[in-house]
Every structure is written in structure tokens, then in C-alpha cells.
């Protein structure tokens, strides 16, 4: 996306943040308030969802428990004020005592703002992430973030392989690379129970394309998905509700297939201040910026 697009979008953004009423530092913690922020979902035995209904973006995190070790996708939003010092940890110790590994969906502003709190982070071993890590640590640009200039960097620790059974204990997982939204985009799907963790790549909730070539990337992305996937998998998103029907994947490749034979027409429309197509059907809207 062009530079100025994304300042304005940024500016339009912090008007929600601030509409929100939480006007900290996101890297202050307030040690002693007590809060009901998260709001927690079992999804499966050990797996859950970590909703955050009152963040301006309506963030889901996802906590997946095996018997040996804990892997968390997404960080959350920050913009609560945290309890015993920690925004988010406090709330993942109450779910499990096991180390827990960060993996993030993608790298933007409203999916790593608690990073700071994880003592270990992964990232998926994709080549172009590899060569961009200089002596263990990745800078995050302000293309990568979006919006903002938090997290500047962090350590990997840990490089989860691609399409690799990953075991946690009595629970297997793979990373796949789904481009569309970012390139860097990655899904969890936890083979032993069926659940595939989507990111922003599909949730209830308008998607976003910041260049229209990344059609393309989305179209490839979920034709992996439905080749790896079948009707037995439950589907999450990191926005919104958490759940995902789906027939909505199904719908997806359907429309995004209409989209690049140009059968299916967007209409042009201003956001924030800058041309973009939105591109509706009954179950899906998809805005690209042009
Ligand atoms: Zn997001």
C-alpha cells in the first residue's frame, strides 16, 4: 500500500483507539487493576480462544495446549490494562503452567503488542523471513506493523518448519504460508483435532488486500487450504466471532475466483480518504486497495 494510504488509515485508527477510552502507554503495565477483558473459550480440550470483545479491532488470540508444551498465535491488541503486572500472561497462566512458545499470525500492530511479555518466539522458517533475521533478531518495518512503531524488534528463538507435523504432546500441528493479507501470513492447523487457526487470512468480518496483484497470492492460499482441509475441520479467525463456517472458505475460493475473471465487479469507494474496490457477496466482503 502507498505510504500516504496508510497514514491516513493510521490516523483514522487511533480516532477508534482512543474512542476506546484507554489512553495509556501500551508499554506501561498497571500492576494492581483488576479487569474483565478477555474473554476465554475452550475450543477444544486444552485449546482455547482468547477473545478480546472491547479492543477497538476485536482481537482473538489463540492458546494450544499439547502435554509437553504451549504454543500462543497472536498477542492480543495491548490496549487493555493488564493485571499483576502483564496484559496478557497473567491471563495464560491461568490456563496452563506448561512453557509457551509466541508464534504470530502476521506482523501487524494489532496482533504482536504484547510481545514484549513472551520469553519465547518462533517464527515460521520461511526463506525471505530467514534472511531478514541478522544475529537472532528481526526489525519490524513500518510496512510489517501497518500502523505504528511497536514492537521495533524481537529475538527469534525458534524456527517452526513448514508443513511439518509439530508435536506439543498428544497433539500434532503444522505452519502453513498463506499469503494474501501479508506475505508472511501463517495458519496453525492442529491435525489431531481438526481446527485450523486462520489469522486475518478469513474471520467474520470485511477482508482486507493491500494491493490488488495479492488476488492472486489470496487465490493460491485458499486453494491450498481446501486442499489440505476437509468439511471435519472448524475454522477460527483472528477478529470478530470467533468461529468461521466452513462453507465460507468454500465461498471464498468461489468469489475470489469470480473476482479474477472479472465476472464479479467491485465498487469503487473512498476509505479513509483513498480509492479502494469493495467486492460483496451475500457471505463475504473483500476491500482491496487500488
Ligand atoms: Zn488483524
Same mark, same amino acid.
Given at each position: 500500500m502507498m505510504r500516504k494510504q496508510k497514514i491516513i488509515i493510521l490516523i483514522n485508527l487511533i480516532f477508534v483507539f482512543a474512542a476506546c477510552g484507554d !489512553?495509556?502507554? !501500551? !508499554?506501561? &503495565?498497571? &500492576?494492581?487493576i483488576k479487569e474483565n477483558w478477555y474473554t476465554t473459550t475452550k475450543v477444544t480440550k486444552n485449546t482455547y480462544s482468547i477473545a478480546e470483545p472491547k479492543s477497538s479491532q476485536r482481537n482473538v488470540s489463540y492458546l494450544i495446549v499439547g502435554d509437553e508444551k504451549a504454543i500462543m498465535f497472536d498477542t492480543g491488541s495491548g490496549e487493555n490494562s493488564g493485571q499483576d503486572g502483564t496484559k496478557m500472561i497473567y491471563k495464560l497462566k491461568e490456563l496452563t503452567s506448561l512453557p509457551i512458545t509466541l508464534l504470530l499470525s502476521h506482523f501487524h500492530f494489532d496482533h504482536n503488542q504484547n510481545i514484549g511479555e513472551f520469553k519465547k518466539v518462533a517464527f515460521p522458517d520461511v526463506p525471505f523471513l530467514k534472511q531478514k533475521v541478522i544475529n537472532g533478531t528481526y526489525n519490524f518495518t513500518a510496512e510489517d506493523l501497518f500502523?505504528?512503531?511497536? &514492537?521495533k524488534n524481537v529475538t527469534v528463538n525458534e524456527w517452526l518448519p513448514i508443513k511439518t507435523d509439530i508435536d506439543l504432546g498428544n497433539k500434532k500441528i503444522q505452519i502453513i504460508n498463506i499469503p494474501g493479507h501479508t506475505s508472511e501470513s501463517v495458519a496453525i492447523i492442529d491435525t489431531t483435532d481438526k481446527i485450523a487457526f486462520l489469522g486475518d487470512y478469513l474471520y467474520n468480518g470485511e477482508l482486507f488486500l493491500?494491493?490488488?496483484?495479492?488476488i492472486n497470492k489470496y487465490k493460491e492460499s485458499v486453494d491450498y487450504l481446501l486442499s489440505i482441509l476437509d468439511i471435519n475441520y472448524r475454522l477460527f479467525g483472528a477478529h470478530g466471532t470467533p468461529e468461521v463456517s466452513f462453507n465460507k472458505l468454500k465461498d471464498l475460493q468461489e468469489f475470489l475466483k469470480c473476482i479474477q475473471e472479472s465476472i464479479c465487479t467491485g465498487v469503487k469507494e473512498k476509505y479513509s480518504g483513498y480509492n479502494t474496490l469493495l467486492y460483496k457477496n451475500n457471505d463475504l466482503s473483500i476491500r482491496i486497495f487500488i
Open positions: !489512553s495509556e502507554n !501500551s !508499554s506501561t &503495565p498497571q &500492576p494492581t500502523i505504528g512503531n511497536y &514492537p493491500f494491493d490488488v496483484d495479492d
